[in-house]
């Protein structure tokens, strides 16, 4: 687990540290300042319409926040827990906003920040024995957008808007033919979009009969964390993919989208499925063709028509219209376009503009040289030429039962770090006099380890506490109160964060003390 002070495998560590970040005071209430956070859901600051869950991954330490997952995880299930998560039956967006759990209202939506992205929990389902959550971009304006250039690629960039930063992109490599040849203009797994743009890799077509020379994944791509995983020797990218199920794992992909029922169309579309073409003649089923398959295996992707609809409720996921809304400054009703300098190319008719609608991967079901997109509105679908620049708003699966497993300290190396600072939220005073709490329950809620740090602490210690393999506990850390969430464990009161566990080995505890600029800071958290 690269980035943390100390790896263990199959070991509970906990950390308590006396650190202070020198933005910890800033970093909470930036994450959701800007639109990133749903203008997919409102074009306000109105957060009614949603709830929203802070980053789930430190790139840094290369850990998953238990407490944030913990915090997902509410919001999903009906006891807090993977157990409680519905997935034998898919639960579509409707039925999320529906739920009533962890506090959250019925009708809104939920919405995660990973990798420093905002995202729209679109569907619950299953891969293999694993549950998934399905999440769609909030927007094509981020705030990890910020600062990025223009003509970043050569078919795609990122183009700066009154509200924010957006990412636009060709979908072909700005061509398009109405013949169909060895690789159809649009066909997603040869498209300049998946390879490039979301940063998958392969061959793109330049023409009906030609592909590109390989192309790499690259570590300075916004999505590098997405897509680079352990196999590769670009970066240093070896965790958040293993929380990620690929296409090839989810049978709603692999097999037949439902397009003529859930969306009333008369024919099936070419890229809904990675096995299977369109139906509307043989010269459009792609389905045999060499490369077709391949985004099977993305762990990003650009969802299918069939999957977010453009209507109201159509579609697989069942969407709103507000979770399909984009963003694009000025959106009237009309169809409007903003600047940009993404080259547009001889055959690119959208000239210096680029348009709010958001790409699907679906062809056009009876031509080679379109794909559908849906309106900035998030109400209708309109299909364009594949050589214009639109948004961009991918898709993933989330792997809850990989995050679960995480989150309860299961798993060689889990990489969970939860942390439960000394400063009350929002703001910076610096507590440097706190003691802790640091206890550890049995299933009956008897206390079996009890410590308490002090502040003063200068020196490193390490207890180790036995536990009986297989058994749940509870840690508790215990801190003053309005420094922390409050909990009751067996008719008692504590304000603390408190994490459960079924124990692999002996439960680490060590005390470290550190100093920043801006003095001691109290933090307890466990790798």
């Known amino acids: 687990m690269k980035g943390s002070p100390i790896v263990v495998t199959r070991l509970f560590v906990i950390i308590l540290s006396f650190v202070i970040a020198c933005t910890s005071g800033l970093g909470v ?40 997952v913990s915090k997902l995880l509410s919001y999903l299930s009906s006891d807090g827990t993977i157990d ?41 389902s299953t891969a293999g024995d694993d549950k998934i959550a399905t999440l769609w971009l909030s927007n094509c304006i981020q705030d990890a957008f910020v600062g990025r250039s223009q003509t970043e690629g050569e078919k ?17 490599y700005d061509w398009y033919s109405s013949t169909v040849g060895t690789y159809p203009s649009n066909m997603y797994s040869t498209s300049y979009i998946r390879v490039v743009t979301l940063n998958n890799g392969g061959q793109y077509a330049t023409s009906n009969s030609a592909l590109s020379s390989k192309q790499s994944k690259i570590s300075s791509s916004v999505f590098a964390e997405f897509t680079i995983d352990s196999t590769s020797s670009v970066g240093d990218f070896d965790a958040l993919t293993d929380y990620i199920v690929t296409p090839n794992q989810v049978s709603w992909q692999t097999g037949r989208q439902d397009s003529k029922n859930l969306i009333s169309w008369s024919y099936y ?44 409720t159509n579609g697989l996921w069942e969407v709103s219209i507000e979770e399909r809304k984009n963003y694009d400054g000025n959106y009237d009703g009309s169809t409007t376009t903003v600047s940009s300098s993404v080259s547009p190319g001889s055959n690119n008719t959208s000239s210096t503009h680029t348009y709010a609608y ?12 379109y794909a559908y997109s849906v309106n900035p509105s998030g109400a209708n679908d309109l299909d364009y030429g594949v050589h214009n620049a639109l948004a961009v708003r991918p898709a993933l699966h989330l792997n809850l039962s990989a995050l679960s497993t995480s ?34 329950l049995d299933s009956s809620g008897a206390i079996v380890y009890s410590s308490t740090f002090d502040s003063g602490a200068t020196n490193n210690t390490v207890t180790t506490v036995s536990l009986q393999d297989g058994s749940t506990y509870t840690l508790l850390a215990q801190v003053p109160a309005g420094y922390a969430t409050f909990v009751t464990i067996s008719g008692q009161t504590y304000y603390a964060k408190v994490i459960n566990f079924v124990a692999q080995s002996d ?7 550190r100093l920043r600029s801006q003095g001691w800071f109290d933090d307890v958290t466990m790798y």
């Open 29 to 68: 209430g930036l994450l959701y300042s800007g639109y990133s956070a749903l203008n997919a859901l409102s074009t306000s600051t109105d957060t009614s319409t949603y709830v929203k869950v802070d980053e789930l991954w430190d790139s840094e330490a290369k850990a998953m926040s238990g407490d944030n």
């Open 84 to 124: 409680g998560v519905q997935a034998s039956t898919p639960q579509t967006a409707t039925d999320i906003r529906g739920y009533t759990y962890g506090g959250k209202s019925a009708e809104q939506s939920v919405v995660v920040r990973l990798g420093g992205l905002d995202w729209i929990v679109t569907y619950i």
């Open 156 to 172: 795609y960039g990122y183009v700066t808007t009154s509200v924010g930063t957006g990412l636009y992109s060709d979908w072909s």
């Open 269 to 312: 579309m070419n890229n809904e499925s990675t096995t299977l073409g369109g139906d509307y003649s043989s010269t459009y089923d792609y389905s045999s063709k060499s490369h077709y398959s391949e985004w099977g295996s993305d762990y990003l992707w650009l969802p299918s028509l069939t999957e977010m609809g453009y209507n109201n």
């Open 358 to 369: 958001s790409w699907s991967r679906s062809a056009y079901d009876s031509l080679s040289n």
């Open 407 to 440: 989150a309860s300290g299961g798993g060689d190396e889990s990489g969970v770090e939860v942390t439960i600072n000394g400063v009350p939220d929002g703001s910076a005073t610096i507590v440097d006099t706190t003691q802790y709490n640091v206890s550890v």
């Open 507 to 513: 439960l680490v505890i060590g005390v470290e003390a």
